[in-house]
C-alpha cells in the first residue's frame, strides 16, 4: 500500500478543531473514525470510489457488502432515497437516531457504486449523537460508514478499541468517549412491507408502534445478504457459552443481573438492558483479553434491546469460518 495508510493515525478531540480536522480529511478522501450513539463508524466520502474503496482496504473485508450512508438531517436523506410512507413515517419518529432505512435509490445522489454495490436501495441514517451530527453538518456531503472494526471482529464504542482495531489505517479517530447505545442501529428495509432486517440499538417493539403493526424478520438467505447477517460476524476470539447458569472450570462469566459472583464481568447488575447494551462489546473485548479459555454468558430476557443484545451473543458465539 501506499506510504499514506502506514501513517500515523491522528486522535483528534472530541471538539470544534477535532471536527474541523476531521472534516477536511474526509472531505480530502481520508478515512476518519466518529462517534455515533450506537458504535464508532468507519467514514469516508460517500461520492468517492476512491475513498469507500479505502473502507474495505482497511476493514480487510473479504468482499464488497452495502454501506450505511450517514447524513446530517432527514433533508439531506430524502435527497438521496425515495422516504415515502412507512419510511417517512419511521424517520419522523426515530431520526436522529439508531434507526437505518433502506430505501429506493435516487441515482442522481451521485453515490459511489461501491457504497450500494450496485443495488437499486440505500441503507440511510442520521444519528444522534452531537459530533456526529457536527462532522455530517461540516463536511457538507453523505458519509458512508461501516462499525470501524476488522472485518468480523466486535464493533469498537470508544476510539481506543478503534485504534486497536486499526491503528496505522486509517487517518484519523474523533473521540467522543464511549458510545452511549453501544450496540448498532436497528436496520429497516421499507420496501414494498417494513422488515427488520438486524435488530439494534432501537428496540422493534417501538417500530411496530410506530407502524401500527408488527415487523416481519428476513431470514437468513433473503433476497439481500448483509454481513450482520452472517454467522460469525461478531466474534471474539474466545469460544462462548451462551444461556449458562454459571461458569465452569476454566471459564470466564458475563453475567446479567444481581447476585453473581464469579470471575468476570457483568453486563448490568440491577438487570438494566441499555446498561447491558452500553456494556455489551467492550466487556466482550475485556473478557477476551483476560486469562481463562472461555466465556459463559448469563440469560438475557429477549425483549427491548435484549433482542439486539440476543442476536449479537449468538453470533459471537456462533461457529468460526
Ligand atoms: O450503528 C450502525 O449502524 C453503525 C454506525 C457506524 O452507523 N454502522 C454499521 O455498519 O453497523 P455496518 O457496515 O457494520 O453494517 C451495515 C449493515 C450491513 O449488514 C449491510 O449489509 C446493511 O447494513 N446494508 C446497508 N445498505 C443496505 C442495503 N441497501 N440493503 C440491505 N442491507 C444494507
Ligand atoms: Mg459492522
Redesign the pocket.
Known sequence: MAETARAQTERLPGDAAGVARAAALLRQGGLVSFP?E????LGADARSGRAVAAIYEAKGRPRF????V?VADAAAAARIGRIEGDAARLAAAFWPG?L?L?VPLRPEAGLSELV?AG?D???L?V?AAALACALLAEVGGPVA???ANPSGRV?PTTAGHVLDGLSGRIAAVLDGGPCPVGL??T?V?VAPEPVL??P??LPSEMLAAALGRPLARRVEGGA?S????LASHYAPSKPLRLDAGAPRAGELWLGFGPGQAHDGLNLSVSGDLREAAANLFAHLRTLDAMEGEGIAVARVPETGLGAAIADRLARAAAPRA
Open positions: 455515533t450506537t458504535v464508532y463508524g457488502n452495502p454501506l450505511i450517514h439508531p437505518t433502506v450500494t443495488l436501495t440505500v441503507g441514517r444519528p460508514a461501516p462499525s464493533s448498532e442501529s436496520i428495509d432486517l438486524r439494534g440499538g439481500v448483509a454481513p450482520g447477517q
